[in-house]
């Protein structure tokens, strides 16, 4: 049976939460609620020392189960029990990570366990370094009804000129994934057609990740109230049936210039993935200027941060890849663990 993790990737505030609680419907699927300590503890990896010594995959695990920023609590799974696991599994970095959302998946009886947090969409590399043999969901929405809702949302602090930078950058992301990846592993979803015929869209999305389509899925609702901590309000929509509601809502919630400003900056890419413009005038060179140099200065964050992970490639510390599915351990050409090693003194 299909044991291959799955990732929901995306613009932030496109679908994603609800497309986790129909994922998490599926009698052998579990889709956690976000959690904080996947990137972090990739890109600290040097930090954590060998992985193949047991008293390092200690100090990783504890690290993950006790401080605060990972969100190890919203798993509720036994700390203690999930360190012992990570000490006792395979020596990689993968294979520590993954031990946490397996026993995720075996609170609930299931076989595959699944992540979803949008900003995946930009590090797809980095989790097939982690898993080669997971499978990336997209979801996508139109772009000014993302704009139009992180605009909203409390703990988004930044500008409409980053909104829109946000999602272009997951649009841009998503076609480089589309024209490289197998079919096998990623998935293209319109959020439109999602909540528009959800029967037809979660069979053909069941198809690609190789289940059985369960009813289930269609009415989410009540998963809500286990892979949705109470704290995130914004999320109230989940704790309800699938509504259309909120398709095409930006043109009551953008003012006039971020309309022009989405359709200027944006229009290619909204038009390729299906959505018609409005026909908004040009927007002021001011407003341009400004889109411009925004997505400028976070295209050039991002390549720092791409170099400095290169350059940290040529220096691994321990294996990365996970060791804990069937698919994994052949991809590695390691159908057994290895052999434990004991400290250096």
């Known amino acids: 049976m299909n044991d291959r993790p799955v990732f929901v990737i995306g613009c932030p ?19 956690p609620p976000e959690t904080r300590f996947l990137v972090p503890a990739y890109y600290r990896r040097r930090k954590w020392g060998d992985l193949r010594v047991a008293q390092r995959r200690r100090a990783l695990a504890q690290w993950i189960a ?19 696991q990570a000490v006792e599994g395979p020596g990689s970095l993968g294979s520590v990570l993954g031990i946490a959302f397996k026993m995720y998946a075996d609170r609930f009886d299931k076989a595959r366990w699944g992540d979803k947090r949008p900003s995946y969409v930009k590090q797809v590399d980095m989790l097939l370094r982690l898993f080669p043999d997971a499978q990336f969901i997209h979801l996508i929405r139109d772009g000014r009804d993302c704009v139009a809702s992180l605009k909203e949302m409390p703990w988004y602090t930044l500008d409409s000129f980053h909104a829109v ?24 979803l319109r959020y439109e057609d999602l909540t528009d015929d959800p029967m037809t869209e979660l069979k053909k999305l069941c198809h690609f990740l190789d289940e059985d389509f369960s009813p289930a899925m269609i009415s989410p609702r009540e998963a809500a109230s286990v892979a949705v901590p109470q704290h995130k309000v914004w999320h109230s929509n989940t704790h309800r049936e699938v509504t259309r509601s909120r398709v095409g809502s930006w043109a009551n919630r953008l003012e006039d210039w971020e309309v022009a400003l989405c359709e200027h900056m944006l229009g290619d890419r909204l038009e390729s993935m299906g959505y018609e413009l409005s026909g908004a005038p040009k927007p002021s060179k001011e407003h341009i200027t400004t889109a411009q140099k925004t997505m400028q200065k976070r295209r050039a964050s991002r390549m720092r941060k791409h170099m400095r992970d290169r350059f940290n490639r040529l220096r691994e510390p321990s294996p990365v890849a996970a060791l804990l599915t069937s698919r994994q351990r ?3 050409g390691v159908p057994q663990q290895r052999k434990e090693l004991t400290e250096p003194v």
Do not use: N
């Open 165 to 188: 930078s946000t999602w272009a950058e997951a649009i841009d992301a998503g076609g480089r994934l589309r024209r490289t990846l197998p079919d096998d592993t990623y998935y293209e």
């Open 66 to 84: 006790t401080d605060r920023s990972t969100k190890f609590r919203e798993l509720k799974i036994d700390k203690d029990e999930f360190v012992r």
């Open 13 to 31: 505030r496109s679908g994603t939460t609800m497309l986790q609680l129909m994922l998490h419907s599926h009698p052998r699927l579990a889709v």
């Open 330 to 332: 052949s991809l590695a």
